[in-house]
Nanobody, 124 residues
Framework: QVQLVESGGGSVQSGGSLRLSCAASGSWYSRNCMAWFRQAPGKEREGVAVRDTDGTRYVDSVKGRFTISQDNAKDTLDLQMNSLKPEDTAMYFC???????????????????WGQGTQVTVSS
């Protein structure tokens, strides 16, 4: 059974930083296709950053501010978020595709496993 558990969310002022971490366990997820998504109230879930065998990619709104990284030895996926803005306020979710995946996308439909989410609130 695959479990993804996020941590590190919280409340910060505009311009602040947070580091989210996703602890993964289980055998059937792909370490090659993992991502961070977010969902604000009343909005659709949005891909924020993905990591696969080709590297990392980000949604335009977070480029230069967020960094996704992975520690395979610890089975963790992190999201360093700097220069946070009020529009970054959302529930953030870690996601992983099923084992065998090599190419990640921002499409939430390709991810089989999801964490419970961690709230990030940025005040102006």
């Amino acid at each position: 059974q695959v479990q993804l558990v996020e941590s590190g969310g919280g409340s910060v002022q505009s311009g602040g930083s947070l580091r989210l971490s996703c602890a993964a366990s289980g055998s059937w997820y792909s370490r090659n296709c993992m991502a961070w998504f977010r969902q604000a109230p009343g909005k659709e879930r949005e891909g924020v950053a993905v990591r696969d065998t080709d590297g990392t990619r980000y949604v335009d709104s977070v480029k230069g501010r967020f960094t996704i990284s992975q520690d395979n030895a610890k089975d963790t996926l992190d999201l360093q978020m700097n220069s946070l803005k009020p529009e970054d306020t959302a529930m953030y979710f870690c996601a992983a595709a099923i084992r065998g995946c090599l190419k990640a996308t921002m499409n939430s439909m390709m991810y089989t496993y999801w964490g419970q989410g961690t709230q990030v609130t940025v005040s102006s």
